[in-house]
């Protein structure tokens, strides 16, 4: 390794972050400085952005993993009960239209049998 030291110091290292994250010097969600004395804390307008980074605790990962395991079930569940409701109407509407065909073919008048020309020839 060399000898040469750092072009930056760890202070200088987090306001970079800080400015890469956060380019306008907007305060934080979740990071929040502490209210000022005699008022009450303000929520954070959106959550907290610490949560978005990942967690090196296993346990923490599984749980995370298994809670979208059940979000990705019941999206799927869903999926399909709209995909049969959807197949479910469709085939009614099909059973309707069928239904109508047949009883406006039933209520038209059915033309006089014509007469065969060797009758009409006699």
Known sequence: MSDKPSPFTPQ???EFMQKMWNPFGLSMPG????????????????PNPLAMFATLDLAEIDKKI???RVIENWLTMSLNFMQMSIKTL????ASL???RA????ASEPTPAPKKSRAKESE
């Open 12 to 14: 200088q290292a987090l």
């Open 31 to 46: 990071v929040m400085p502490p209210p000022a004395p005699g008022m009450a804390p303000a929520a954070p307008p959106f």
């Open 66 to 68: 298994g809670e979208l």
């Open 90 to 93: 469709e085939l009614q509407k």
């Open 97 to 99: 239209e069928a239904l």
């Open 102 to 105: 047949g009883a406006a073919a």
